[in-house]
């Protein structure tokens, strides 16, 4: 009798455990549905340079963009892109960002660039998007790869979890003869 019972109780139990578990997914989904359980995606990052290669003293525009695929924006967006060795924010900057009411701040001659307090537009019929464009230089030759890491955007939504990057050459000036 000992034996019938410990194995009718597991099997109760292991049951009663599936039952719960449907029922937890279930009160989870509906939680999620009416908004008590807000339920998001990580926002994502690209960065890109135009023109892809320069000369030395010479401008390149590095773009940011901030990718949000959640149904609500993402509020609160913050963001420092420190820029490889050698490579630093150009004068004039010509720093703007569409991530209102967020502020950029890139300062002349700085190794780097800040947002904070952007939106990311919620997702419509793709990820909501907007992005931060400022000019970059370098007075050295050489092949400059700026990467934004995973985690450096911070968001209502989350972070990013995946890594941006984006190469920038710039090559020296040929003498000219003669």
């Known amino acids: 009798m000992h034996s019938w019972y410990f194995r009718r109780t597991c099997a109760f139990s292991q049951g009663a455990g599936r039952t719960a578990l449907r029922l937890l ?20 990052v690209n960065k890109s340079f135009n023109p892809i290669a320069v000369s030395t ?26 820029l490889p060795a050698g490579l630093v924010i150009a004068t004039p900057p010509n720093a703007s960002t569409t991530c209102v009411p967020g502020t950029v ?3 002349a001659g700085a190794a780097s ?36 890491s995973v985690g450096a955007v911070m ?4 972070s990013n979890t995946q890594n941006a990057q984006a190469t920038l050459t710039v090559v020296a000036l040929a003498p000219v003869a003669g």
């Open 57 to 82: 003293g010479q401008a390149s525009s590095l773009t940011i963009s901030l990718l949000n695929a959640n149904a609500t924006a993402a509020t609160g967006t913050a963001l420092t892109d420190t």
């Open 25 to 44: 997914n279930l009160l989870l989904a509906l939680f999620a549905m009416l908004g008590v359980i807000a339920a998001h995606a990580d926002v994502g």
């Open 105 to 107: 701040s890139a300062l």
């Open 113 to 148: 660039v800040t947002l904070i307090n952007g939106t990311i537009p919620a997702a419509g019929g793709g990820p909501g998007q907007c992005v931060m464009v400022m000019d970059v230089v370098s007075s050295t030759a050489s092949s400059y790869i700026n990467t934004i």
């Open 155 to 158: 968001s209502s939504q989350g």
